[in-house]
């Protein structure tokens, strides 16, 4: 059964960057799709972008200017980088992978990440 | 980007009663449309994917309906472990959208 975990500070500074990895167990990280997905308190879910494990990114047009997804096979492991970091970023982070199709099929825990001086 | 629309933002149920949940897409997404179970601290679990297709290991009391622009989700008989929050995602286009979700409670 394939594993996520997020891991990273629960407390970013505004205009700071907000980092994140996800650690991937139970299964490969090659050959699949890995998302960042979040959730404000009290709100939606919102996709963040993907990326394949050779590298190739997606991301939404919403934060686009703003984040980095990166991979490192070696160590089972994605991660998420957003910049300049205001209040309106505190939310619960999720990273989970791709299915057949674009849904996810397996997601990790969350984390909350608060934006706060 | 594509809008999802839930409804009812909370329902009251009782066990064993059947329980509908609406997605509404605010343009049409073909069959490309998901549900997620959620309990609180816990990670979403994948229900159905492609409006009607039950992933695997999922009991056969929920079911996926619906095209287009219009879903819907169906317990066919509440369980004590089916109280949770209900929310669909499409993925038609870019970028991928969830609905607000929907809170079964116990009435």
């Known amino acids: 059964q394939v594993q996520l975990q997020e891991s990273g500070p629960g407390l970013v500074k505004p205009s700071e960057t907000l980092s994140l990895t996800c650690s991937v167990s139970?299964?490969?990280?090659?050959?699949?799709?890995w998302s960042w997905i979040r959730q404000p308190p009290g709100k939606g879910l919102e996709w963040i972008g993907y990326?394949?494990?050779?590298?190739?990114?997606n991301y939404n047009p919403s934060l686009r200017s703003r984040v980095t997804i990166s991979v490192d096979t070696s160590k089972s492991q994605f991660s998420l980088k957003l910049s300049s970091v205001t209040a309106a970023d505190t939310a619960v982070y999720y990273c989970?992978?791709?299915?057949?199709?674009?849904?996810?099929?397996?997601w990790g825990q969350g984390t909350l990440v608060t934006v706060s001086s | 980007d594509i809008q999802m629309t839930q409804s009812p933002s909370t329902l009251s149920a009782s066990v064993g009663d059947r329980v509908t949940i609406t997605c509404r897409a605010s343009q049409s997404i073909s069959s490309w449309l998901a549900w997620y179970q959620q309990k609180p601290g816990k990670a979403p679990k994948l229900l159905i994917y492609?409006?009607?297709s039950l992933e695997s290991g999922v009991p056969s009391r929920f079911s996926g309906s619906g095209s287009g622009t219009e879903f819907t989700l169906t317990i066919s008989s509440l369980q004590p472990d089916d109280f949770a929050t209900y929310f669909c995602?499409?993925?038609?286009?870019?970028?991928?959208?969830f609905g607000q979700g929907t809170k079964v409670e116990i009435k």
């Open positions: 492609k409006a009607s």
């Open positions: 990326i394949y494990y050779s590298g190739s990114t």
């Open positions: 995602q499409q993925y038609n286009s870019y970028p991928w959208t």
């Open positions: 989970a992978r791709k299915g057949s199709g674009w849904y996810f099929d397996f």
């Open positions: 139970g299964g490969s990280i090659n050959n699949y799709y």
